[in-house]
């Protein structure tokens, strides 16, 4: 199983529409979670932390639940611009301290006219 | 901001030569730098953690005469792909932070294909 899944898509959806990503992961001893964007051939880009108490940053919308090992990310009144893939990210420390990083495959969202 | 650069952006070469890849974090001092590897549609996957200073520590299955490391500053790692070959093509990103606890700044990534 890997540790962090998510669905690959595509999601295709038209401009305005309101659309949700889920992403589970396996690692109970995870700590940071993060959804990331990577355009195509790109680099990934942080795009907000993820807490459980939920968090909303303009259109975005990020919730946790520890208990479930679910992460969400809503993407509301979806630009053109959305477009990209999504990635899910989860920090855990590893032996000898800090923290990594484990990538999920990423979904890919089109958002067409 | 913090920003990391990566270069070069793109390599293309010949089976059998070996590709320096360097990872710079311009305005802020990185305790620790990571590569990574992104093959078509897979997720990145962590191929080893720098510190500066020290010897890098590789992930399983990752070789280390290899995948040469070199992390001799702080705000410079190296990674040398190490006589090439196709199955190395890939795309190639580092990032850096300056502290345990700190997020990680990614660099925009090198595409290596090997012919």
């Known amino acids: 199983r890997k540790e962090v899944e998510q669905d690959p898509g595509p999601f295709n959806v038209p401009e305005g529409a309101t659309v949700a990503f889920n992403c589970t992961y396996s690692?109970?001893?995870?700590?940071?979670f993060f959804w990331y964007r990577q355009d195509c051939r790109k680099e990934p880009k942080l795009l907000m932390s993820?807490?459980?108490s939920g968090n909303e940053d303009g259109r975005f919308t990020a919730q946790l639940n520890r208990a479930s090992q679910y992460i969400s990310l809503l993407i509301r009144d979806s630009k053109l611009s959305d477009s990209a893939t999504y990635l899910c990210v989860v920090s855990r420390p590893p032996a000898g301290g800090g923290n990594k990083l484990t990538f999920g495959t990423g979904t890919q969202l089109k958002v067409e006219l | 901001g913090a920003v990391v650069s990566q270069h070069p952006s793109r390599v293309i070469c010949k089976s059998g030569t070996s590709v320096k890849i360097e990872c710079r974090s311009l305005?802020?001092?990185?305790?620790?730098m990571f590569w990574y590897r992104q093959f078509p549609k897979q997720s990145l996957m962590l191929m080893a953690t720098?510190?500066?200073?020290?010897?890098?520590?590789?992930e399983q299955g990752v070789e280390k005469d290899k995948f040469l490391i070199n992390h001799a500053s702080l705000t410079l790692s190296t990674l040398t792909v190490t006589s090439a070959h196709p199955e190395d093509s890939s795309f190639y990103i580092c990032?850096?932070?300056?502290?345990?606890?700190?997020?990680?700044?990614f660099g925009d990534g090198t595409r290596l294909s090997i012919l």
């Open positions: 993820v807490y459980s």
């Open positions: 305005d802020f001092q990185a305790t620790t």
């Open positions: 990032s850096a932070r300056r502290g345990r606890n700190q997020p990680q700044h």
């Open positions: 690692n109970s001893a995870s700590q940071s």
């Open positions: 720098s510190n500066e200073g020290s010897k890098a520590t590789y």
